[in-house]
């Protein structure tokens, strides 16, 4: 008997059903893996990071890894959360947000209180 785990139906649910999603810090560590795994599940993308930790080595590997196709289903913007405009390009970009991942960094704590306020003040 072969089951499916959660994770196996989840990403099947997810490639017959795409949406888009927003990753915060999409250049970071964590930002860029998810991102490589949601485009290789042809998931639409927007990407916002302001390079404070990201890289941009890491957005050039995830291009490398994944097809034309998939890549053209991400939308970058050079941006700061903390930034109520850019989290304003960055809404108005995907519409609506399906998910998203505040991005976890050495920024000080009032930084990331203040991030997904932004997020949700334009929502």
Known sequence: MNQLTRYDQLKASLTTEPHTWLITGVAGFIGSNLLE???????RVVGLDNFATGHQRNLDEVQSLVTSVQWSNFNFIQGDIRNLDDCRRAMH????????NPATSR?????????????????
């Open 37 to 43: 795994t949601l485009l290789k599940l042809n998931q």
């Open 93 to 100: 970009f995907h519409h609506s947000c399906a998910g998203g």
């Open 107 to 123: 920024l000080p704590l009032t930084t990331d209180c203040r991030q997904p306020v932004n997020l949700l003040r334009y929502a």
